[in-house]
């Protein structure tokens, strides 16, 4: 099936997370994308994050399928030269090598876009051009959720927490993504190439937005709750008497009533003075979680739910990844690695039918010899 994107050339300087992030999507969308690896035998340092994907590294072999990899040495003049050659005839450049990497190098993208106009290049950073001493500052991903103030939200009361998965990198590719096909767009009416920037601090303080207004509007600072809601309740996870967990969302005044009836069997507590109002019921968390766990933890899990239901209130079984494994609603790919094929979930998206024809992730320098046959002087 014919996709988007299959009439461009990515080539990309990449390693860790965020910038393979983007190139995976446009890989999956039909770009073809040459992977520079670095030339010193073990490439992307992705590559030995883990050994948990037929002994490869589950985070490469995740966000790389659908690529070629080429081992290149940009100091090396012969390859450089090769470099330029693809990047004449690139569509997409996109580096996150660390701050200033480039332009020492001579490939910095106001020049690269000098030499090759339709070009659109993509720099992914830490902290964007805050300049000292931030230039300067590591910023893999556990340091930025630190750095950006999203752990002072996340977690127990008692100890600041780490969001599970590398949301930073994540969301900064995702960010990266859309930008690029917005300078595509408009390549496709001016004719020219424009410069893309994301940086891993920018895309976190973005999406928090809501604590930091709270706190500069209201003096307010949410708490840390682990698996309450801050500013509602009840929206939190409540036991059943198997010791199961699951988590319950009341959004509106009907639902808390409706909750009150069903669920708790109880339809005056709804009225109760300190329980009446949603800002009520956060004022006295400790007394109304009280109130609904000394009825869940009596319900079996079946029970728990069927009242659930019953009531039409929103709730999620607090699941664990070996029920995420058989979750009925997990779709799934099956691609290819050097080492056989695996299955891993299926991107978020579907456009038109639902695929899986998705290419295979490359070995290290795989297509090296043939790039370099292609793009040869």
Same mark, same amino acid.
């Given at each position: 099936?014919?996709? =988007? ?32 690896? *670095? ?30 990899? /080429? ?5 090396? &003049? ?15 450049? #996109?580096?996150?090598?660390?701050? +200033? ?15 090759? =106009?339709?070009?659109?290049? @993509? ?25 950006? %103030?999203?752990?002072? $939200? ?8 780490? @969001? ?8 900064? %590719?995702? !960010? ?10 408009? *390549? ?6 424009? +410069? ?23 003096? #307010?600072?949410?708490?840390? !709750? ?16 198997? %010791? ?28 109760? &003075?300190?329980?009446? /109002?949603? #800002? ?37 079984? #607090? ?16 691609? %290819?690695?050097? !080492?056989?094929?695996?299955?891993? &979930?299926?991107?978020?998206? $579907?456009?038109?039918?639902? *695929? ?15 790039? *370099? ?5």
């Amino acid at each position: 099936m014919s996709q =988007p994107l299959s009439d461009l050339l990515v080539v990309s300087l990449e390693q860790a997370v965020a910038a393979p992030h983007l190139t995976s999507r446009m890989a999956d969308a039909g770009a073809r994308v040459i992977k520079l690896e *670095r030339a010193d035998g073990g490439g992307d340092f992705a590559r030995g994050y883990d050994q948990h994907a037929h002994g490869q590294s589950s985070f490469f072999v995740w966000l790389n399928r659908g690529k070629e990899s /080429l081992a290149i040495d940009i100091k090396q &003049p012969d390859d450089l030269a090769l470099l330029h050659r693809l990047l004449a005839k690139a569509d997409v450049w #996109v580096q996150n090598l660390a701050p +200033g990497a480039m332009e020492r190098a001579g490939l910095g993208s106001a020049t690269l876009r000098e030499k090759y =106009p339709r070009l659109i290049t @993509v720099d992914i950073s830490g902290y964007g051009d805050a300049g000292p001493p931030y230039d300067e500052m590591k910023a893999y991903d556990l340091l930025v959720q630190a750095e950006s %103030g999203l752990t002072s $939200i996340t977690g127990s009361a008692d100890e600041p927490g780490r @969001v599970g998965v590398s949301i930073c990198d994540l969301t900064t %590719g995702l !960010n990266a993504y859309t930008a690029v096909l917005e300078a595509l767009i408009e *390549r496709g009416v001016t004719g020219k190439g424009s +410069g893309v920037k994301a940086s891993l601090f920018a895309s976190l303080a973005d999406w928090l937005s809501a604590p930091l207004m709270a706190y500069e509007q209201s003096n #307010v600072i949410w708490p840390r !709750n682990a698996l309450r809601h801050p500013i509602m309740c009840p929206y939190g996870a409540f036991s059943a008497s198997d %010791g199961s967990k699951t988590l319950v969302a009341c959004q509106a005044e009907r639902e808390w009533h409706r909750f009150c009836e069903h669920v708790l069997q109880d339809k005056g507590f709804a009225d109760h &003075p300190e329980a009446a /109002l949603n #800002v009520k019921r956060v004022e006295n968390r400790a007394f109304v979680e009280g109130k609904i766990e000394s009825v869940t933890s009596q319900l079996s899990r079946d029970e728990f739910h069927a009242r659930l239901r019953k009531a039409d209130i929103a709730f999620g079984a #607090v699941n664990t990844m070996p029920e995420l494994s058989v979750h009925g609603a997990l779709r799934r790919i099956t691609v %290819g690695t050097p !080492n056989g094929p695996i299955t891993y &979930p299926a991107p978020p998206t $579907i456009r038109g039918e639902a *695929r899986d024809d998705y290419g295979p992730s490359p070995a290290y320098d795989e297509h090296g010899a043939t790039i *370099r046959e292609e793009f040869s002087a």
